[in-house]
């Protein structure tokens, strides 16, 4: 039995969704912490046999907190099995929902030092009624562009739940 970390960057509550996913699956064998970026200062990461980081885009990045928080912890990171997942919904589509095809974590490999041992990417959620006026009608535009839904009540997960649950079962295993 390992302990393991489990650390969220989301802004609408997607990302701790998946995070809360793996925890379940996680926790059968091990002993799983789940906190938000926000509260990294909350916890001893040293303490930590396994460090799992999972982060969505919006407008194309991940947010600043968690380049801030590689920045910080790239050493320590580095010293265990640790892991990296994107959230986004260019994910839904088949050709672009792997590491090696996820132009987001893609990109964002390239801007960080930090080489992730273990990768993955979800696709997220849509749910325009929660945004506000101007992030919905850029989102529907986008969708419009992409050929994904624009009608404005549209709630959606796009997330593959099988292929969280085999990435909880990587992480229980590394
Ligand atoms: C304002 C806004 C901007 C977004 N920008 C992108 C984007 O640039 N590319 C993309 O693939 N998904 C984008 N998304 C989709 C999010 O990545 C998706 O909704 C995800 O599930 C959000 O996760 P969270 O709830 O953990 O923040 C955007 C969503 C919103 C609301």
Same mark, same amino acid.
């Given at each position: 039995? $390992? @302990?393991?970390?489990?650390?969220?960057?989301?802004?609408?509550?997607?990302?701790?969704?998946?995070?809360?996913?793996?925890?379940?699956?996680?926790?059968?064998?091990?002993?799983?912490?789940?906190? @938000?970026?926000?509260?990294?200062?909350?916890?001893?990461?040293? $303490?930590?046999?396994?460090?799992?980081?999972?982060? $969505?885009?919006?407008?194309?990045?991940?947010?600043?907190?968690?380049?801030?928080?590689?920045?910080?912890?790239?050493? /320590? /990171?580095?010293?265990?099995?640790?892991?990296?997942?994107?959230?986004?919904?260019?994910?839904?589509?088949?050709?672009?929902?792997?590491?090696?095809?996820?132009?987001? /974590?893609?990109?964002?490999?390239?801007?960080? @030092?930090?080489?992730?041992?273990?990768?993955?990417?979800?696709?997220?959620?849509?749910?325009?009624?929660?945004?506000?006026?101007?992030?919905?009608?850029?989102?529907?535009?986008?969708?419009?562009?992409?050929?994904?839904?624009?009608?404005?009540?549209?709630?959606?997960?796009?997330?593959?739940?099988? *292929?969280?649950?085999?990435?909880? *079962? /990587?992480?229980?295993?590394?």
């Amino acid at each position: 039995m $390992s @302990s393991i970390l489990i650390i969220y960057s989301t802004t609408d509550g997607h990302t701790k969704k998946i995070c809360q996913r793996l925890c379940q699956l996680v926790e059968q064998q091990h002993q799983v912490t789940l906190i @938000s970026i926000d509260d990294d200062s909350n916890v001893d990461l040293e $303490s930590f046999d396994k460090i799992i980081l999972g982060a $969505s885009i919006r407008y194309g990045k991940h947010h600043r907190k968690v380049y801030q928080f590689i920045k910080r912890n790239e050493q /320590l /990171l580095d010293s265990k099995p640790n892991a990296f997942f994107s959230v986004n919904v260019v994910a839904r589509k088949p050709e672009k929902n792997q590491p090696e095809t996820n132009p987001y /974590l893609r990109k964002f490999l390239k801007q960080i @030092s930090w080489q992730p041992k273990e990768l993955a990417v979800f696709a997220g959620k849509i749910d325009y009624k929660k945004y506000s006026f101007l992030d919905r009608h850029i989102i529907r535009l986008i969708m419009w562009i992409t050929k994904g839904p624009t009608d404005p009540e549209t709630v959606v997960e796009f997330t593959d739940w099988k *292929q969280v649950e085999a990435f909880g *079962q /990587l992480i229980s295993d590394m």
